[in-house]
């Protein structure tokens, strides 16, 4: 049994338990190798204290949950190493906080019977003043005293009560369903505060205040009932949405979300028994929403639209029902309805459910995954939270947006589903505005996106152009992998050095750009994983191609690839990237000069045979006459023997591919 020490109220569980200030003093009291700390407050029946720490966690603070945070305030700490502050969460046990009003301070209209007050913050934040919500505000009900500023906590909701002690309640008005237990947010300045009729922003009950006036739209008094109207997206919050405002308001009907809203207003308005009525969605939480509103006399003709959080086109309407029968049979789009007055007010819409994915293949998770809501954010960074609204009117308002530049974070419509087959680009409705965008790297700074890997095989500048890579790139890391005997064999050794789902592959003949946009160019999530070629120069006859260019591979493909064509990337999906990755410095000694020449003109000439195009015959006859500087004439002979092999062959396939193993190469190459 290790020591034990508290803090708090002595929790009598051992008689050898001691009081400590903190972590660090427990630890210099300590007679054992490890101890606990635990705080008096908690309840620990049930808890098991002979816990002994597996070797390879010894390091760690071993933290144990209380019934609300994940730290419950109880530590089994080593001496040697509680310093480190490494915490590790537990889950196997959890304690019990016990109810202590020590540090809460609770307003006066609060009725706090069924609220929990052993509630406690995580002990690992700062010590702020945490508030608490009740059913009219974020803040209002009682308050966890601290001094680190101000926090708001969802987890518990007070109910406020009648306080009229700061109400004035003007004559003439009818205030029989007014709710006297309104309160403002106590975070906000001292206004007075102003409650409308159902014809003016004001005139109702007066909250009285000295900061100035503020208008309010929480209640409205003497409001006519009308018909309320449920859009339903069968999304997971509909049935729950429904019953709540079923309880209020129990002749609100349910219809199914089709197509679109103007298709669906259509079938409302054949239902309608009332000169207005309101249209509500599943996607929307309306528990403080006031079905009382209504417009102005001026403005009764108008569709009134309230904005769904941050969207403008929301998804709650109240709209008059003579006016849209009079124009529904030739609308179009709901946009074209004669006027459409935005509404101030918001509501808020459920947030976009987050489908967190690992690996490469976005559109692979979109066609699989079942979709609830009309949309999705599929994102591959768990650390990426979107508060994002959208417009959903229409099939062509309900757009595919890239949130990184990559599109590994692409927030889907349910609808795009039923397009894609291989790439989000099937799908006719995009927004390709960068909501978001990671950081971007300059200068010094150094290189933290897709890891490098450079593969050498015994070049003469091997070493050269390594240093000139590590220089280029400014990355932290430069994999390098040498000697790897076989083509498919050094290519799946690089990509089990990467440690990201692509790596950029930079071979030993290549010096790369200066300028190379490292820390920019991101593989398109918006299609089927591939292999991107990007151009790379050839000093001896100036072309500038994929060949001997780098290329960002993707590791999954790599290693999936045990059966290569004659060319290794091409076998597998893959992109031409218009951009140049560097020189390719093949001519550096007279054997490597020709079996560069004699491999690339097998495969163009195997390329013209399967698929001909102009450009293949260019860069075919353009290596077989064209070369200058050091070594041209291996070069060209390199490339005429290629093609004389070829014809030797008769473009067997099999007979090509013995130019893959470097022995068959360098024993023809001997022979010439």
């Known amino acids: 049994m290790f020591d034990v020490f508290y803090w708090g109220n002595k929790p009598n569980l051992f008689a050898f338990e001691k009081p400590a200030v903190d972590l660090d003093d427990a630890a210099r009291q300590s007679k054992t190798s490890h101890y606990w700390f635990i705080y008096g407050g908690n309840d620990y029946t049930g808890f098991d204290f002979d816990v002994v720490p597996a070797p390879w966690e010894d390091k760690y603070i071993y933290t144990y949950p209380s019934q609300w945070q994940r730290d419950g305030g109880v530590y089994l700490a080593n001496k040697s190493t509680v310093a480190n502050r490494e915490w590790n969460f537990r889950t196997e046990q959890t304690v019990t906080r016990l109810s202590d009003k020590a540090r809460w301070h609770t307003p006066a209209n609060i009725n706090d019977t069924d609220f929990d007050y052993s509630w406690h913050p995580d ?13 009219w505000q974020s803040a209002g009900g009682p308050v966890f005293n601290g001094t680190a500023g101000v926090k708001i906590e969802y987890r518990q909701r007070a109910v406020a009560v009648p306080d009229m002690t700061r109400w004035h309640i003007p004559q003439g008005i009818d205030d029989s369903e007014f709710d006297y237990s309104w309160h403002p947010n106590p975070l906000e300045p001292d206004y007075e505060y ?11 009950p007066v909250y009285c205040g000295t900061a100035g006036i503020k208008y309010v739209n929480a209640q409205r008094i003497r409001a006519n009932a009308t018909q309320i109207f449920y859009m339903d997206f069968l999304n997971p919050e509909s049935d729950r949405q429904f019953q709540v405002l079923q309880g209020y308001y129990p002749d609100i009907k ?6 679109d809203h103007l298709n669906v207003f259509r079938r409302i308005m054949n239902m309608a028994t009332t000169e207005f009525v309101w249209i509500t969605s599943s996607i929307c939480d309306y528990d403080f929403f006031d079905f009382t509103w209504h417009p102005p006399e001026e403005q009764r003709e108008m569709i009134h639209c309230f904005s ?14 003579p006016s849209f029968t009079q124009q529904m049979v030739e609308l179009e789009l709901l946009d074209w309805f004669n006027v459409i007055n935005y509404v101030e007010s918001s509501v808020v819409r459920y947030p976009i459910p987050r489908h967190v994915y690992e690996g490469d293949d976005l559109i692979g998770e979109i066609k699989q995954y079942d979709f609830k809501t009309p949309y999705v954010t599929f994102t591959n960074q768990k650390d990426i939270y979107l508060n994002i609204s959208t417009c959903i009117w229409s099939q062509k308002d309900r757009v595919a947006m890239r949130i990184t530049r990559s599109g590994g974070t692409t927030i889907v419509p349910r609808d795009a589903k039923e397009y894609i087959e291989t790439q989000l680009y099937d799908y006719p409705y995009l927004e390709k505005k960068e909501y978001l965008k990671k950081a971007e790297y300059y200068g010094a700074k150094k290189y933290t996106g897709i890891d490098i890997v450079y593969i050498s095989n015994g070049e003469p500048d091997e070493a050269k152009w390594y240093e000139h890579l590590v220089y280029a790139s400014n990355a932290d890391t430069v994999h390098w992998v040498q000697g790897v ?31 190379f946009p490292w820390y920019q160019w991101q593989p398109d999530y918006w299609q089927e994983p591939k292999h991107y070629i990007f151009n790379a ?4 006859n100036g072309l500038e191609y994929g060949h ?39 001519n550096q000694d007279s054997w490597m000069t020709w079996r560069t020449a004699f491999r690339e003109v097998l495969k163009l000439k195997h390329f013209m045979a399967v698929q001909p195009t102009l450009e293949t015959e260019h860069r075919l006859t353009t290596w077989c006459t064209v070369a200058n500087g050091v070594f ?10 290629a093609v004389k092999y070829y014809n030797e062959v008769n473009g067997d396939y099999e007979q090509l591919k013995l130019s893959f193993e470097w022995a068959w190469l360098r024993k023809r190459y001997e022979s010439k």
């Not at 591979?553 to 990755?581: A, C, M, W």
Request: aromatic share 10%; proline share 6%.
């Open 308 to 321: 769904s959080s941050s969207e403008k086109r929301g998804d709650t309407f109240l709209i008059h029902v």
């Open 194 to 204: 102003h409650f409308p009729t159902q014809h003016q922003r004001d005139g109702g």
């Open 548 to 586: 001997q260019g780098m290329i960002a591979y993707n590791k999954r493909l790599v290693l999936e690839n045990n059966s290569p064509g004659i060319d290794f990337t091409l076998s597998q999906p893959h992109e031409s990237v218009p951009l140049l990755s560097g020189t390719a410095h093949f």
């Open 632 to 641: 041209s004439d291996e070069c060209l002979m390199g490339a005429r023997d």
């Open 537 to 540: 120069r050839n000093p001896v």
């Open 123 to 135: 002990p690992l934040e700062q010590p702020y003043e945490y508030h608490f919500a009740t059913q």
């Open 254 to 259: 349910r219809t199914r979300y089709v197509s």
């Open 485 to 515: 005997n076989g083509r498919t064999a050094a290519y799946q050794e690089a990509a089990h050095r990467s440690t990201t789902p692509w790596f950029f592959a930079v071979f030993a003949k290549l010096e790369v750009e200066l300028d």
